[in-house]
């Protein structure tokens, strides 16, 4: 039995459907919270009303801050994996909200952990964690501005690996959260011996992705594109970078791992890396080619808070451990994905 906590989401979606064409029993945990975080195009709702179409899934509409509801599903079920997905995902909102944010992020995480602890000793936990646990110290290194984008050379030329400091530098709210759900991660499996792994993600995307303003830069930006909204660009020129590793990439990664028990308390950077990444500007001009729009910004001069002028990932310890792992989609198969998706919707409707 899989339990996927954010079962309506990105990751989460993904994940569960995933397992359920595996005729794996899949129990979800999803309350559309992204609705209340973004508004109606932020929800998922169509993508939990799907799942349950399955005779296999079952959903449970509850909270992940709410502990006396957690426990009870794990007194009742022993699972063989646990996909912690569940989120408050945005940068920018977590500032609005910061005791909000943290609950859902760290507490909520808390809340499982404790109850694996206690009642399921032997799961396999799978944490979704995100890059910005390193805060902007990455916006320390020398970068080379070209036209369309920023970028690096020497030792960082393929991208930024776990060594690298998450102290000394501006997190967020949300990059705080998030941390320390990740350090309890950690910490659940090297002091209590539980199976437990964090993946720090850069950009993770994909053609369903419930894109806004606040998150979910690529999809977001190729709506726009695709849907001729005007677009705002905060800083660094538009020439920031970012990889981005599609959600069945990472569910492939996910499967991975689950099939080979994990040392307690792994830390994996994953992200496109090299083979997967795109500046504002680049993505712009590659959408106004998919779509023929031409495409409007405008551009705010001051960065956001905390925000990264540039990140790749460097994947070389999860591909040392599981050799066999490829990236299937990289950013033009991941356009190409949004765009024939939009047209679907389109033709449907």
């Known amino acids: 039995m899989v339990l ?13 459907n995933f397992f359920l064409k595996k005729n794996y029993r899949v129990f979800g945990i999803e309350n559309d919270k992204r ?16 799942l349950k179409k399955n005779k296999n899934f079952e959903h449970f509409n509850i909270d992940v801050t709410n502990n006396e509801k ?25 500032a609005s909200n910061p005791k909000l944010d943290f609950n859902i992020n760290a507490l909520g995480t808390l ?52 060594n690298l400091s998450i102290d000394n ?24 011996n539980l199976k437990t792994v964090c993946l720090r993600a850069g950009c993770l995307t994909g053609h369903n992705h419930s894109g806004v303003a606040l998150h979910g830069f690529l999809s977001y930006l ?27 990439d990472v569910t492939e990664i996910i499967y991975l791992i689950f099939k080979k028990n994990p040392k307690n308390g792994t830390v994996y950077n994953i992200g496109g890396g090299r083979e997967s990444n795109i500046s504002i500007l680049e993505a712009i001009k590659k959408c106004e080619e998919l779509t023929k729009n031409k495409f409007e910004y405008t551009y705010t001069p001051r960065e956001r808070i905390g925000d990264h002028k ?20 990289n950013i033009d198969k991941i356009l190409t994905d949004m765009l024939e998706y939009e047209k679907y919707k389109l033709q449907k409707k």
Not at 224 to 248: H, T
């Open 4 to 16: 996927i906590t954010g079962a309506g989401g990105l990751i989460g979606y993904s994940v569960s």
């Open 35 to 50: 609705k209340f975080f973004f508004g109606k195009s932020g929800s998922i709702k169509q993508n939990i009303l799907n």
């Open 70 to 94: 957690i426990k009870k599903i794990f007194q009742k079920k022993k699972f063989d994996l646990v996909v912690h997905a569940a989120a408050q995902p945005s940068h920018d909102w977590s």
């Open 111 to 162: 809340n499982i952990l404790e109850s694996l602890r206690i009642y399921n000793k032997n799961t396999i936990f799978i944490f979704l964690s995100t890059n910005k646990v390193y805060g902007d110290y990455v916006n320390n290194f020398n970068y080379i501005e070209k036209k369309l984008r920023f970028e690096i050379s020497g030792k960082l030329k393929n991208g930024f690996n776990e």
């Open 169 to 192: 530098s501006t997190h967020s709210p949300f990059g705080v959260s998030k941390l320390s759900a990740d350090i309890l991660t950690q910490e659940y499996g090297k002091y209590f």
């Open 222 to 248: 190729f709506k726009c594109s695709f849907y001729k909204n005007k677009y705002q660009i905060f800083g660094y020129k538009g020439k920031q970078v970012r990889d981005n590793l599609s959600a069945d």
């Open 310 to 329: 540039f990140w790749i990932t460097d994947m070389t310890k999860f591909k040392t451990d599981y050799p066999t792992f490829r990236i299937k989609k």
